[in-house]
């Protein structure tokens, strides 16, 4: 859906597609290998305990500590929406993607600590960037409502 109303902008389809690339790109080492780890884990639970918590691990270093992976899809959208003349989104919500974006690279410390701030439940790794992506989901979901709601009737999208 953020693909289709970006390529309303003025520089439609380049910064559309390559959102939708780079989100395509970070899904793999961000969500699918996190998924696949943890419900292997969890199909089995009979495993020896050290083998779970290595599933368990991976899984977690590896969903936390890949976010950075999102990080080429929000600037695409960020430039589009700062470069577009045609005002389908605000400008204030490409600062909250900056904001997004800025917070992503604090989760790759999550491969070196092992406890602390740092770690991949700690306080800045986890739960800082979770607070920010929270917020940036719920903007997101806000300004499509919006956008949507502002087109007029009848509207075709653009191919």
Known sequence: LMTVHLKRTTHGKTFAYAFLF??????????LLPGVAMLAGALRPERSPELLVTLYDMTFLTFVGSLGCFVTAYIPLIAAILLDKNKIFPR???YVSIWNLVTEFVAVPVFFFRDGAFAWDGAISFWVDT??????????LIQLFRTINRQPPGMAYPD
Do not use: Y
Not at 22 to 31: C, D, E, I
Not at 131 to 140: H, K
């Open 92 to 94: 204030w919500f490409a």
């Open 22 to 31: 780079a989100q395509t790109v970070g899904v793999t080492p961000g969500l």
């Open 131 to 140: 607070a920010v992506f929270v917020v940036w989901q719920n903007a997101i």
